[in-house]
């Protein structure tokens, strides 16, 4: 196997540089002023998830394939029934990271709205049946499949073969809390990717650990509309 940690950097550049050359035609597109300073529409911001997520797609696909055995040798891209055991796992991070916050806003440090905000916002943009599948489609499903083969595929199995698995484990979660630009939410994000990461780990497959993702993320996305 060729491919390594330069790779996963490769992808996430890749993946930016992509979005930023994009992103006029985008605007274009989805008839949004190319130089507003207004909050993007739901739509606008979906497409732009799109040239970011193909990004990091292409490069696991490319290191696997061309420079490895395959996504499912190399990244253990394989998911099976009993994988299921990922969506309570979710669950339960997502009530974990409640808890984790829980001195933060007893200390008055953070507010709950605060650290909820991005996702609020992002969930306030769906106003209409569209909107909700549209928002459902790019952070429920497309997300969880292509982050995890990205950050607990080649990421977490670069730094393995790095340094080892636990802090493989520890350094690969830290990456994909800070790979979201969001520093409020990074204790919760780099706790899910402790989770997902073992998950993948333990059962040597990303399946459970992209349930895990969809039940984490559905469960926010499903609370903030309610």
Do not use: C
């Amino acid at each position: 196997m060729r491919w390594g940690l330069g790779d996963a950097a490769a992808g996430f550049v890749l993946a930016w540089v992509l979005t930023v050359a994009l992103a006029p035609a985008v605007y274009v597109i989805t008839g949004v002023p190319v130089d507003t300073n207004e909050d993007l529409p739901l739509r606008t911001v979906a497409l732009l998830q799109v040239p970011f997520d193909g990004g990091m797609l292409a490069t696991a696909w490319y290191a696997a394939t061309r420079k490895g055995r395959g996504l499912v040798r190399d990244f253990g891209l394989r998911v099976l029934p009993r994988d299921l055991v990922g969506l309570p796992a979710g669950i339960l991070t997502q009530w974990a990271a409640l808890v984790l916050y829980l001195p933060l806003f007893w200390l008055d440090l953070v507010s709950s709205e605060d650290v909820s905000r991005p996702a609020r916002d992002l969930t306030n943009k769906a106003t209409t049946a569209g909107g909700v599948l549209l928002l459902v489609l790019f952070v429920v499903i497309a997300a969880p499949v292509i982050e995890e083969l990205f950050f607990r595929g080649l990421v977490l199995r670069s730094l393995e073969r790095r340094m080892g698995r636990g802090w493989a484990l520890v350094a690969s979660a830290a990456i994909f809390g800070a790979a979201h630009l969001e520093p409020l939410q990074f204790p919760a994000l780099f706790l899910f990717g402790l989770v997902a990461g073992w998950l993948a780990q333990r059962t040597g497959r990303l399946g459970p650990a992209m349930w895990a993702h969809l039940a984490f993320n559905g469960l926010a996305v499903v609370t903030l509309l309610g």
